[in-house]
């Protein structure tokens, strides 16, 4: 799953470019707007949201009826649905979890974009049930004790946290040395 400390980090962007990538490899890849409040991977695909993890998981419609495809070769969508009163909920329920051993039979790859660690409990509640956790940060808005803090939760939550992503660092002329060029 991708996250970050607080909003507007870049984990969006981070979840669909990865997904893009090992699309590109050949991996079978179902990206999935786990952000039930204020989702945006419709946006980046040019996708409707009529359908998608909320019919799913309100047993609604079937995975395979909600899926969308991007016009990428091996990269599929499944679009936050319309918003429910109970994303927490939701996302900690058994259907989560049903629906989460039916996407790993499926497809080789998961990617969760999920709500900011500190802003709700959502990312929390589903951290325990992924594999591995990138925290995305923002160079110079990501505060320092906001992001320990989202750590913290999220290891408190077993989650297994793979590594970081620092977006927006601005490149200096001295970053670009190579070779002693």
Do not use: W
């Amino acid at each position: 799953m991708i996250t970050s400390a607080g909003p507007e980090e870049g984990k969006s962007t981070t979840a669909a470019n990865l997904a893009v990538v090992f699309a590109q490899q050949e991996k079978r890849v179902l990206l999935v707007d786990a952000d039930l409040r204020k989702p945006t991977v419709h946006y980046t695909f040019n996708l409707a949201n009529n359908l998608g993890l909320t019919t799913v998981l309100t047993k609604q419609r079937t995975l395979k009826e909600s899926l969308r495809h991007t016009g990428i070769e091996d990269l599929s969508v499944l679009t936050s649905g319309p918003i429910p009163p109970n994303p927490a909920e939701l996302i900690g329920s058994k259907a989560m979890k049903q629906f989460l051993q039916e996407a790993k039979e499926q497809f080789d790859i998961v990617i969760f974009d999920t709500p900011p660690t500190l802003a709700v409990t959502d990312a929390q509640i589903l951290a325990n049930l992924c594999e591995g956790i990138l925290l995305v940060m923002y160079s110079a808005k990501s505060g320092i004790d906001e992001v320990n803090k989202a750590k913290e939760l999220l290891l408190k939550a077993n989650g297994k946290l793979l590594g970081a992503v620092l977006n927006h660092k601005k490149a200096q002329k001295e970053d670009y040395y190579y070779y002693g060029g």
